[in-house]
Every structure is written in structure tokens, then in C-alpha cells.
Nanobody, 118 residues
């Protein structure tokens, strides 16, 4: 079992920055990938960034160059640093864990609201 505790988020003006955290508890050794998803009102949930245990990262085009995901190897806490935020980044952001041997993200954080005002 894995539990993901999220923190961060809030309200920021366009051009500002926010940092999200995702701290895992439980079977940490079995986490292969941590993904960051977001869901805007009326939209589907989308994967925006991910980081593998080995450090490889992935970003969708809409956030490349603005968002950075990283991992603290001592605590396994994963971060999403979001810079140059735009109003279209407004959404609920979730972190999720993909375990080794699985083909879908099977553990989810509770989500945190990010609101970017213009």
C-alpha cells in the first residue's frame, strides 16, 4: 500500500510561481514512476509531468520549460515547481504513483487547487 500526501498550491497571479509537494508513505521501494496530473473544470484529467525512480522526467508540451519535477532521494518526496504560470494552468493538481509491474497509476493524492489569475 502507498499513501500520497500533497501540499502546496493556492492562488497566484499570472507569471508567478508555485511549488507542489507529494510525500509518499508505505511501500516506497515499489514506486516506479510518480506522475503529476491536472484537471480543469469541465476537462479531462491530463498527465503533465512525471519522474521515474531513475530520474528520467517527462513533460507535456504545454508546460515544457515552465514546470520542473524532481525527487528528494532521502525522503522520496516529489516536487513540481511551476514557473511562469498562466491562467490556463488553473486546475486541481494530483500526484499519482505507478508501481513496478503495474501499467496504470494505482495510488493517488487527494489533489490540490492551483488558481492563476490574469
Amino acid at each position: 500500500q502507498v499513501r500520497l500526501v500533497q501540499s502546496g498550491g493556492g492562488l497566484v497571479q499570472a507569471g508567478g510561481s508555485l511549488k507542489l509537494s507529494c510525500e509518499p508513505y508505505g511501500r516506497l521501494y515499489n514506486i516506479n514512476v510518480v506522475g503529476w496530473f491536472r484537471q480543469a473544470p469541465g476537462a479531462e484529467r491530463e498527465l503533465v509531468a512525471s519522474i521515474r525512480r531513475g530520474g528520467d522526467t517527462m513533460y507535456v508540451d504545454s508546460v515544457k520549460g515552465r514546470f520542473t519535477t524532481s525527487r528528494d532521494t532521502t525522503t522520496d518526496t516529489v516536487y513540481l515547481q511551476m514557473n511562469s504560470l498562466k491562467p490556463e494552468d488553473t486546475a486541481v493538481y494530483y500526484c499519482a504513483a505507478l508501481e513496478y509491474g503495474e501499467n496504470r497509476y494505482n495510488y493517488w493524492g487527494r489533489g490540490t487547487q492551483v488558481t492563476v489569475s490574469s
